[in-house]
């Protein structure tokens, strides 16, 4: 085994993170670290926690009213609760992709200029052209609307608009990507676009993917973390996960035994 397998480099860490709705509890006691560059999957039965948890990870959670979360989650070593991070900046840096493709109602490059315009990270429109198209590029999207960039975006299919917004996402640079279910509104052909997507992105991102498919879990992920009633039961790499399971739970769960 490698130094790098060994101890492997950790982009986000948290510890005993619990989410509350009002009064009732949806996450207890978690400790997760998400490693750099891997592809971490959350599985587990429907209501387990799974989108829960994945919101804490950018605090979106803050803006469902009543949701609390207590417990502390760090990105590169630094709390992401803390009163003075700026939510904004904390989103750009660790983004998220929804279930159903959401492009802006605006053009495919005004989509994918929006935030770095945003976010000052261009002077100049070369350098935004330049970042609509690497970001395009890294999309797997790039030949498709090359020619049609003043195009609304709204207007393709629902696999090109979910690669618009992981285009989108990828063109403020953060450092982790999350996706919540991003195919379960995508047609086989469009689904296996994605994930090989995911198998790309991962040399330059960390990402986190909600899935309610196994067999998605197996091919994308190189670590899967198991989710039962609000529990983290086990996370452990994707091929151990689902040939040799840890916890009785687990194999419960892979075999069909529930959910
Ligand atoms: N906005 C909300 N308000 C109140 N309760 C919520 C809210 N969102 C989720 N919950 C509850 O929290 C628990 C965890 O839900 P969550 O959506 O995180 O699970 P999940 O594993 O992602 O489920 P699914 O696979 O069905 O999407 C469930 O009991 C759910 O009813």
Redesign the pocket.
Known sequence: MTQAQANPATTVTARNVEVF?GD?Q?IKGIDLDVHTNEVLSFI?P???????FLRCLNRMNDT?AG?RVTGSIELDGKDIYHPSVDEVLLRARVGMVFQKPNPFPKSIYDNIAYGPKLHGLVERKPELDDIVESSLRRAGLWEEVKDRLHAPGTGLSGGQQQRLCIARTIAVSPEVILMDEPCSALDPIATGIIEELIHDLKEKFTIVI?T?NMQQAARVSDRTAF?HLGDLVEVSPTDELFTNPKNKRTEDYITGRYG
């Open positions: 709705y009732t949806a587990g429907s209501g387990c926690g799974k989108s829960t469902i949701c909600v309610h989710f």
